[in-house]
């Protein structure tokens, strides 16, 4: 068991550009979970998968954001057209399928756009 | 709304002291309680969690936090502060209905005196 991976670990773009994060859960959690962090907050939910369903999506993820979740293994987020106030940091968290709810985060993606 | 208040922003204490870092949520049901720390530029580490049964749960690092129902309270408590405890740490909330997604305080900072 190697944890929650997320790739890159940071992401530096000019405005106006695409992004796309992924993550890897751990291998036998079936949901995943991302959420936004900025600078002297606690994170906010964006979305939720169990498997390959997108079961949940915050208000914050606006339409130039968007989550696959293909296999039901890893994800990914993407942020079309960027704008500064998407500098953050993104956190990916995985769950097991029963039991205890607990989730396990990732490292995270911090992104700068300039 | 669900929301969680951790009022301190900033704590500070010497090493070998005692620690409390407060938690409250707003909830109408009984909800599943986690505490994460984080330290600078990481993900989150699973402290503790409270789901149901004893009131009082211990988790990793020597730390142990009280669930209070009658004042909506999941307090964090270490009864010696080492300085690697120096972290930024979040109480969060779970809700059995909501897919598991957490409800983060904006969380303390400690800071550790030698």
């Known amino acids: 068991d190697t944890g929650v991976s997320q790739n890159p670990r940071h992401k530096i773009t000019k405005r106006g550009q695409n992004v796309t994060f992924r993550c890897d859960p751990i291998?036998?959690?079936?949901?995943l979970y991302w959420y936004r962090q900025t600078l002297g907050q606690g994170p906010e939910f964006l979305t939720y998968?169990?498997?390959?369903?997108?079961?949940?999506k915050s208000r914050l993820l606006s339409d130039r954001f968007s989550a696959e979740r293909p296999k039901g293994s890893f994800s990914t987020l993407e942020i079309q057209r960027t704008e500064q106030g998407d500098s953050a940091m993104y956190l990916c968290?995985?769950?097991?399928?029963?039991?205890?709810?607990?989730?396990?985060f990732g490292p995270g993606t911090r992104l700068t756009v300039t | 709304a669900q929301s969680v208040t951790q009022p301190d922003i900033h704590i500070t204490v010497s090493e070998g002291a005692s620690l409390e870092l407060r938690c409250n949520y707003s909830y109408g049901a009984t909800p599943y309680l986690f505490w994460y720390v984080q330290s600078p530029g990481q993900g989150l580490q699973l402290l503790l969690k409270y789901f149901s049964g004893d009131t009082l749960v211990q988790g990793i690092k020597g730390f142990e936090a009280e669930f209070k129902r009658s004042q909506s309270s999941f307090n964090l408590r270490k009864p010696s502060v080492h300085w690697s405890d120096a972290a930024e740490y979040f109480c969060?909330?779970?809700?059995?209905?909501?897919?598991?997604?957490?409800?983060f305080g904006a969380g303390t900072r400690l800071a550790v005196h030698p």
């Open positions: 968290a995985s769950s097991p399928r029963t039991g205890t709810y607990e989730q396990y």
């Open positions: 998968f169990q498997n390959e369903a997108q079961l949940e």
């Open positions: 969060a909330v779970g809700f059995s209905g909501g897919y598991n997604k957490l409800i």
């Open positions: 291998s036998e959690h079936n949901r």
